[in-house]
């Protein structure tokens, strides 16, 4: 986990993705796990800032599965969601950790994730660090 952690620090140093975490607390890479019915799964997630608000990203399992674009990315303040063809997930940013609830998409299985941020954040332009 910690060598993939490196590799993706590496990776979002040479991307705009730190740039967009200057002023933005979710666009960024992060990596953590999923623990659902008892089973923990790492994974990570890239999440870029798009336009007027508006974010993109991607999943990847990091067990067994290719990256997979997720289908939503939403925030209000510090609440964020993303959702996948059948996962659904619910949480907070807090500083360098997002945490929250992970439930299939019909209702019939829950559980937690947690993430934390793997590439490093900025400061603000122009201003002192949060």
Not at 4 to 24: H, M
Not at 91 to 112: L, M
């Amino acid at each position: 986990m910690m060598a993939l952690a490196l590799a993706l620090a590496g990776c979002a140093g040479a991307s705009g993705q730190v740039e967009q975490s200057r002023d933005n607390p979710l666009a960024g890479m992060w990596a953590g796990v999923i623990d659902r019915d008892g089973w923990q799964r790492p994974l990570a997630l890239a999440i870029n800032a798009q336009q007027e608000g508006t974010y993109t990203g991607s999943w990847m399992s990091l067990e067994n599965q290719p990256g997979i674009m997720l289908d939503s990315v939403r925030r209000n303040g510090d609440s964020v969601e993303f959702e996948l063809q059948n996962l659904k997930f619910d949480g907070k940013v807090q500083g360098r950790a997002i945490a929250g609830t992970v439930a299939n998409r019909d209702g019939s299985s829950s559980g937690n994730f947690t993430l934390a941020r793997v590439d490093p954040m900025m400061p603000p332009l122009g201003g002192p660090w949060p």
